[in-house]
Nanobody
Framework: QVQLVESGGGLVQPGGSLRLSCAAS????????IGWFRQAPGKEREEVSC????????YYADSVKGRFTISRDNAKKTVYLQMNSLRPDDTAVYYC??????????????WGQGTQVTVSS
């Protein structure tokens, strides 16, 4: 079973940047797509980005396209989410999740504990 630990959250001013990390512990990491999700208070959880395990193809929600970049380092079993031009409406708890297969189209199966991102002046 994959265990996931997020890090890198914090408080940042509008227009600033953060890089989130999702460290996994499982030999099957190389064969699983990984998604980043967020949930703001009073809102539903949304998937903001995902990266396939095979061809490294990526998905971005319209709300973050052009500002966020997802990448993965299989040797380190880590997926990153580089977040630039942050806005107050990016404030949320960010979670990573492993998919049950190599494509982002598979269901999310294992979740991390989340990391808080707050964008405020």
């Amino acid at each position: 079973q994959v265990q996931l630990v997020e890090s890198g959250g914090g408080l940042v001013q509008p227009g600033g940047s953060l890089r989130l990390s999702c460290a996994a512990s499982a030999f099957s990491f190389d064969y699983q797509a990984i998604g980043w999700f967020r949930q703001a208070p009073g809102k539903e959880r949304e998937e903001v980005s995902c990266i396939n395990s095979s061809d490294r193809s990526t998905y971005y929600a319209d709300s973050v396209k052009g500002r966020f970049t997802i990448s993965r380092d299989n040797a380190k079993k880590t997926v990153y989410l580089q977040m630039n031009s942050l806005r107050p409406d990016d404030t949320a708890v960010y979670y990573c999740a492993s998919k049950s297969g190599p494509s982002c189209l598979f269901q999310s199966r294992n979740w991390g504990q989340g990391t808080q991102v707050t964008v405020s002046s």
